[in-house]
Structure formats: structure tokens, C-alpha cells
């Protein structure tokens, strides 16, 4: 197995590039700006270059090499039309300062993307300027405070959010300056209303809630609780995240929702990880509108505009317009899906989900027996009581079957967690072998702890020190030579 770093494969005198024959005047660089040391860059051969970085390519773990079950965290196959759509030349190289009659195309997208957004979701405007659904979240969140601040209702600075949320719910509450209020799940995994009734008043600003919820169970009170949130003056505001299980059934703004985050990246197929760029589009309803950040973009008669003169905006949230390459992507997979198509991928999504959730509760413990939507969550307690094999152990042991692992120890209600997520695009054959795997797996586990308790065996590292790697990160080749 190839384990090397290309400073192992180096060698003096070494190069990869051919410089043309030099058709300047020489200049001599003045001393002051020559460096003293030597720089320590591997010295190799172009031949080298290509067959290093293709073998280092090949152990990357991604969504074009394998099911990739990651709950709450919808790893979508990314659509090859959609690169080739992003890679278009009247697209691709189109400049943000261009006058707007020359991008008029580039804003029609962006317009009819927002319109598309809302009509799927049922809110009547859209933002897309945010980079991310954590960037949204403090967009819809700073959204919130800017319409309570409108009407001097100052004294609310409470955000509500249920325990099975999403960490960033809270995190993104409390940058934007509110205070949280945890509120617990009932018996079958949705908010407990009698809890929520006793936490809200007139110092609630609102309350965040994915749905279906991070346990994959769609929340049945949800009239109720918009209805909790609106009486006592609040707003109501949607986490994004889940929605891939409810396109063309369910829409967030006919639930009672006022604010909502999407993730292009998880239910609209743009490429997901690695930090960005990425594109977290806020809606709202219409009496939220004037709040959006500028610009907006307009339509009058046939020609689009960027709409600046918003005296109640909260500003602008991302440099130029967003991540427009990630909007050309999931305008290209609405477009090529049509409104029966992601009707379907909701259908496919959350049959996938169930038949591997009825496959394996019985050789893992279901916390919540109930028809999940697109992800559902198993326990390793059991397991780990009997065995002393965790959770841990069996995401290191499903490495050794190439498989990534999913979500583990998420969402913190359930005793060592493990979040399944089988997307749409998945064959039956796909899931009938991770189903196979996870089985095999559990019977290791009682045969032979110590064989999950090492893994995983054959990956091109063994298990890490996830701990001291935070501790003391080694960043450089140098710093272990």
C-alpha cells in the first residue's frame, strides 16, 4: 500500500518543470530580498508529481466512490450536468462588477432559483446571498431580531430550541446575541408541549426546529407548537436540514413557519464538505421581506435588476451576490428534476431509510419504533453493556468494509447514537450489502470485541488519536523528521 509523503520521494537535483529559454534582460534580485535558508520543497520528477498525488487521490474516501450513509448530513450524489451546466463559459467567467444589462442571464437564474425555492418550501422571498446553512441560520436569526427590534418589542432575547437540535442552532442563537432555552423531546422523539407551553412568553424571540427532526421523525405537534410560538408573539423558524424527506409532500411555510434556512448542499445536490464554498439560501414570509439583506434581486418588465434601496434591510451578509457556482448547480437540479421528480427523490429517501431501519433493529437497539422519514437513529447500548463494543467501534469496524461511517453520538438524547442516511440514489443492492455489513458487524461483536476494539485494520491509517490530533497537531512534514 502506498504510504508515503512526497518529501520521502524526493531526491536532490530533481525537477518537474521546463522553464522556455529566457527572452528578458537579467535583473539580479537585490540582496535584502533573497531568502537565507533553504525552503525545504521536494525535489521530483513530474512522473512523480502525477503517480503521488493520483495514489493519494485514490484512498479519498467521497461521494463518487461509495454509499456515503452519513445521518443529518445528506451526502447527495452530485449530478455530473450540474458541473458541466457551472462550467459553462457565459457562466463560469462572468465578473460580480459586470453592469447588470450584461449578467442579465446570471440574474434571471438567480431570480427564477428564488422563486423555485420558495414555491417547494412556501415562502414568499428569498435571500441567496448566505455561504452556508450555519451562515443562514445567523441571516434567518438576524432576520428575527431586526423584525422584534422594528416593532420595539426589545425585551425578547430568548431563542427556544428543542434537545435533539442541531449544535449550530444554539451556537448560531447565541452569536447573534439571544440567550437559549432548551426544551425536551417526548416519548416518541418530538417537543414535549406541556415543557414548551411552561418556557414561552413575552421575552421569547422564537424557536428553531428541524423537521423532520434529527432522530428522523416528523414532528406530529407542529400546528400546535407554530401556534404556542404565534401566541406568544414569536416567530418560528425552520432548520433546513432534513427537508430532502419532505419535497413536493410538505412545505415549511404551510407548517406555520416564518423563517427558513436551506442547504443547497444537502437537498439540492451541490457539492457538500471541504469547508466551500457552499450556498445556505434564507426564506421568509412576506411580512419579513423588507428585513433581507441587499441586494435583492428584482424583476421589472423583462429586465433584471439588483435592488438596493431597502431602509429596513439588515445589510449585506456575503461578499457580491453569494456562491453563484452553487446556484447555477441546484437551479440545474431543479430544473432536471421537475416538480414530480423531487416529489420522488422524498419517496425514495425515506423508503430506503426504513427498509434498512427494519433490516438491522434487530441486531441493534431502534430507541424510537416509528415510521422514520429520510435518516433514523439506532443505539449501541445494548452492545456496548453486553460486549463492551461502542458505538465508536463499530463506525472504525464499517472502515475495514469501505464503507464511511455515519453520524455517531448524534443527537446527544440518544445513548451511543448511530445516525443512518440513505439517500435516494441508492440501489437496493447497495443497501442490501451495508445491511449485510452491519450484521456481520454486530456478530463480530460478540464473537470477537477485540477485533472491533482495533479497527480498523486495513485503512491507510489504523485508528487515530482524535484527542491528542486536536492537542497537538503535527502540521508539517519537518516537525516529525
Known sequence: MYEKVIYEISSKGKKGYMLPPQDVPQYEVPEKYLRKTDNHL??????????????????????????????????KYNPKINEAMARLDGLANIHPYQDEKMVQGALRLMYELQGSLGEITGMDAFTLQPAAGAHGEKTGLMLMHQYHRGRNDLKRDKIIVPDSSHGTNPASAAMTGFKIIEVPSNERGGVDIEALKNVVGDDTAGLMLTNPSTLGLFEENITEIAGIIHGAGGLLYYDGANMNAIMGYARPGDMGFDIIHLNLHKTFTTPHGGGGPGAGPVGVKEFLKEFLPVPMIDKKDETYTLRYDMENSIGKVKSFYGNFGMLIRAYTYILTMGSDGLKHVSEMAVLNANYLKENLKEYYQLPYDILCKHEFVLSGKSMKKKYGVSTMDIAKRLIDYGYHPPSVYFPLIVEEAIMIEPTETESKE??????????????????????????????PVRRLDDSGAARNPILKWQDIE
Open 42 to 75: 521536494p525535489e521530483v520528477s513530474e512522473r512523480e508529481v502525477m503517480s503521488h498525488f493520483v495514489n493519494i487521490s485514490s484512498k479519498n474516501y467521497h461521494i463518487d466512490k461509495g454509499f456515503y450513509p452519513l445521518g443529518s448530513c445528506t451526502m
Open 430 to 459: 447497495t443497501l442490501d450489502e451495508f445491511i449485510k455489513v452491519m450484521i456481520t458487524i454486530a456478530k463480530e461483536a460478540a464473537e470477537n470485541p477485540d477485533l472491533l476494539h482495533e479497527a480498523p485494520h486495513h485503512s
